[in-house]
């Protein structure tokens, strides 16, 4: 059977070439079947991963209950104040929370790539920031000085809009800021951001003694449980409070559904026309050569070694078609920096990450079209009358 | 001689559309082994439906059908695939090689059914090649071949599993007179010299006198010349 079927095999392999056209239908349709999957599912891919990245299970964000994001919550600064100090905290050296009550707003600037305007974050941070993000390092320039209006830029902020470059003045709310420093936070959300003390951005913004969200150093993530109860207990206080990963992991739940449908949704549509491009193209070949597979079953060949020699043909061409089109996925969009809109309806710069998995999942992809694309060949070739096939030639 | 091709009331019959049409009527005819037949006859006479009883290529509506001491017409398809693979050598009007084999890979084909090795495959070609006078052009691929070396390659072909049986469909049907006498003068050395069965459908009264004997099948019956019948 293995002799039979390598035999015949190697022979319609041999005879691609004489319909490379119709066989090119095969590849090409996989391909770009399999590199759109790829890239709409490394955005998924990035896009979870910026967000996942952001956070420590030690640190905790406090929003009003039932705010969903920070851009619909507010906190009392009375509030603030006993929302740092409840047990649990992490204290510095001095004995005061490592923690930052915080606001955030949207400012439009025009993006780099359209010159259309898009919103990007303005967060106004506490003076314990530096503490309480130590994943944050500045790259270029200096830190902003509180009680002036400058702002420091996220890496990837900068890659996108223009007139955020160190030295750049930048309107918000009739008052002139000037970005003084560039900052990299391992390729977090936070990246995508401005920042600037807080006092200065509340007032910029007239917000009086409104904050949106505390974010909160814990001595231990152990703690978070006690300090939970502790806040969700105050009779002063309604609050909601979570661990930056589950925070940020809920924000990106719904944005990775509806990517994650759009890759599997187009995908399966390009799919299926994929399969009738095999289909009609193993249909042509089969059909090419209904001569030599009528003379081979006349020599003696068996109908399982035809099968298996058309579903290899398919199974070939469709890995082939999936290879190049993971490989052009692959090749364009690994590492390429896209913007969606964020929670906070401000833009989330995130790099789209072609993961091996990834890549094996488009070729398993390819090769399950294939398979559907050579069935019905297949068994039509192994159904072919011998002596009818004979005399039709 | 024993009957190596024995068929008893054999009935043939094809479905078009609604209408039944049937091709052989009741035939019964004998081939002892080491003949070599003609089946003679007009278009749509059942000469070529009667080759591919003979040859296991289809199975009668009717009647038996014993080829090589099997009783063929009982078997399955896998079963007559395999048959054929031991006893039958085919030899088709247009030669029906491989395109895009050569010479020797097309001869090797049925050895693939077989057990030999690489080795004795290749003896194997080489010794069939030889027989009909093709060694030299062993590498050539069909289209590098003239229709009377194709032919020949085909006739190798059939000839290089050692099978009972060589059948053959108009063989020399595509071929100028000259290279038809040549591929007739060798098929006619194959069944004297080495001793192979051979039947022969031809419209070709000549291809026939090189036959031992001749059938004639007119509307699907025996009308004359009749072999141990």
């Not at chain 2, 030999?116 to 006078?133: D, E, Y």
């Not at chain 2, 003239?146 to 049986?165: C, E, H, K, N």
């Amino acid at each position: 059977m293995f002799k039979q079927t390598a035999a015949i095999t190697s022979m319609n392999l041999r005879a691609i070439p004489q319909r490379i056209g119709t066989s090119w239908v095969i590849v090409i349709g996989i391909a770009v079947t399999v590199a759109v999957l790829v890239s709409v599912l490394a955005m998924v891919a990035g896009f979870s991963k910026t967000l996942s990245s952001t956070g420590r299970v030690d640190r905790v964000i406090v929003l009003r209950g039932g705010s969903n994001a920070e851009l619909s919550s507010t906190v009392s600064r009375e509030n603030t104040i006993n929302i740092m100090d409840a047990p649990g905290v992490k204290k510095d050296t001095e004995g005061k929370p490592v923690a930052s009550a915080e606001m955030v707003a949207v400012v439009a600037l025009p993006l780099k790539k359209t010159g259309t305007a898009a919103n990007l974050t303005v967060r106004g941070v506490g003076l314990k920031n530096a503490e309480l993000r130590p994943e944050i390092h500045l790259i270029a320039g200096r830190m902003f000085q509180p009680a002036l209006r400058e702002l420091i830029v996220g890496r990837s902020a900068m890659a996108q809009f223009k007139g955020v470059d160190i030295g750049s003045h930048i309107t918000i709310r009739d008052s002139e800021w000037t970005v003084v420093g560039e900052f990299e936070s391992g390729g977090d959300a936070h990246e995508s951001e401005l920042m600037g003390d807080i006092e200065t951005v509340l007032s910029a913004f007239r917000r009086g003694n409104t904050f949106q969200s505390v974010t909160v150093m814990l001595d231990s993530p152990e703690a978070f449980a006690q300090y939970k109860d502790k806040l969700t207990t105050d009779p002063t206080l309604t609050v909601d409070v979570e661990r930056e990963p589950d925070y940020y992991a809920a924000q990106s739940k719904q944005l990775s559904k509806l990517l994650n449908f759009l890759a599997f949704g187009v995908g399966s549509i390009m799919a299926i026309g994929a399969i009738f491009g095999a289909l009609n193209t193993m249909y042509s070949a089969v059909s090419a050569r209904s001569l030599e597979i009528a003379t081979l079953r006349a020599i003696g060949f068996g109908a399982g070694a035809v099968v298996v020699s058309v579903f290899v043909e398919a199974l070939l061409l469709s890995l082939v078609g999936g290879l190049i089109g993971a490989a052009a996925a692959w090749l364009f969009f690994n590492g390429n920096t896209v913007n969606t809109l964020g929670a906070n309806f401000t833009q989330v710069v995130f790099r789209l990450t072609v993961t091996p998995h990834l890549l094996v999942s488009g070729i398993i992809w390819s090769c399950i079209i294939g398979v559907l694309g050579g069935l019905f060949p297949a068994i039509r070739a192994a159904r072919l009358p011998v002596a009818t096939a004979l005399r039709a030639a | 001689m024993s009957a190596i091709v024995s068929l008893h009331n054999v009935v043939k019959t094809y479905t078009r559309g609604k209408q039944t049409v049937e091709v052989l009527h009741n035939l019964s005819i004998e081939i002892a082994q080491g003949d070599f037949v003609a089946l003679m006859g007009p278009s749509g006479s059942g000469k070529t439906t009667l080759l591919n009883l003979i040859g296991g290529l289809d199975r009668p509506s009717k009647g038996e059908v014993n080829v090589a001491g099997e009783r063929i017409d009982q078997l399955s398809s896998g079963q007559l695939a395999k048959w054929r693979a031991r006893h039958v050598g085919f030899v088709f009007q247009f030669y029906n090689l491989m395109p895009m084999l050569s010479a020797e890979r097309n001869v090797e084909l049925p050895l693939l059914l077989t057990n030999l090795s690489s080795a004795q495959r290749k003896q194997n070609v080489q010794a069939a090649l030889a027989v009909v006078g093709l060694a030299e052009r062993a590498k050539h691929k069909p289209a590098e071949l003239s229709g009377g070396q194709a032919q020949r390659v085909a006739i190798a072909r059939a000839l290089v599993a050692d099978p009972t049986l060589l059948v053959c469909d108009e063989p020399t049907g595509d071929l100028d007179r000259t290279t038809a006498d040549e591929i007739l003068h060798l098929l006619q050395m194959l069944n004297k010299d080495h001793g192979k069965t051979i039947v022969m459908v031809t419209h070709d009264p000549k291809a026939a006198e090189f036959a031992s004997h001749q059938l004639h099948l007119d509307k699907g019956q025996l009308v004359e010349g009749s072999v141990h019948a």
